[in-house]
């Protein structure tokens, strides 16, 4: 299993490499090493500062051929707190992720 957890940075929507993830050659990119494997993108309802970046990179991820999923957290902001129920996480995980035998 692969678990991948890449950041967008919302002020400079890029990518903390500095290559912008919804532009076409590093979507390719992205598509290439991401080949095979699911993504979870979430962000929480309330965020105004990421939840439309999230939702891009999702967008392009999807448009470049990517197993890819994006979920807005309701009532949530940055970040997720005591009492957040994480088996959305788990879910995804065991859809995607886990081999079965």
């Known amino acids: 299993m692969t678990v991948i957890f890449l950041e967008v ?5 890029e990518v ?3 290559h912008g993830l919804t532009s076409l050659p590093i979507a390719q990119a ?3 090493a991401l080949a095979g494997k ?7 309802a309330n965020n105004d500062a990421w939840k439309s970046e999230v939702k891009e990179t999702n967008d392009a991820l999807v448009a470049a051929g990517i197993d890819s999923i994006y979920v807005e957290f309701p009532g949530k902001g940055l970040i ?5 129920d994480e088996s959305i ?8 992720c886990v081999e079965t035998v």
């Open 80 to 84: 997720v707190r005591e009492g957040f």
């Open 9 to 13: 940075d919302p002020v400079a929507r």
């Open 38 to 44: 699911a993504v979870f993108n979430g962000a929480g």
């Open 30 to 32: 992205w598509a290439k």
């Open 89 to 96: 996480f788990f879910d995804f995980w065991l859809r995607h």
């Open 16 to 18: 903390p490499s500095g």
